[in-house]
């Protein structure tokens, strides 16, 4: 194995210089982000996901007015600090199961 897809998506979003493969569909970008001098258009951060990413906007919509303005004004330490800390939990977590899907899903005991 070339090792290239093994090492694909295991660095940490905030080191890494990824293309969002949500939002840059194209299979090539996948290799052409493999080398050293590649810079994509949109790179796949935490802000990009938690703000502006298509890809989790149905998650986002559903959000309190008061927590999307926070988000997109980068007040993740007040987030943290605030009411909001629980709504924001469950958005990341929902976030995170849309980006993995289970295989096989399995019923879970309610919380």
């Known amino acids: 194995s070339s ?3 093994a090492e694909y998506g295991t660095k940490s979003l905030c ?3 990824k293309a969002c493969r949500f939002c840059c ?3 090539t970008i996948l290799h052409l982000e493999q080398l050293p001098f590649f810079e994509p258009g949109i790179i796949e ?8 990413c298509p890809m989790y906007d149905t998650i ?5 007015d008061n927590l999307k303005s926070l988000l997109m004004l980068q007040e ?5 600090s605030s009411s909001h800390v629980k709504e924001f939990g469950k958005y990341v ?9 289970k ?3 399995t019923e879970t005991s309610s919380i």
């Open 93 to 101: 977590h929902a976030c995170y199961e849309l980006r993995n899907p």
């Open 15 to 17: 080191t890494s210089n």
């Open 45 to 52: 951060s935490e802000e990009h996901v938690l703000t502006t």
């Open 60 to 64: 986002r919509y559903v959000l309190s």
């Open 103 to 105: 295989e096989h899903p």
């Open 3 to 5: 090792g290239i897809n």
């Open 76 to 80: 993740y330490k007040l987030i943290m």
């Open 25 to 27: 569909e194209d299979d």
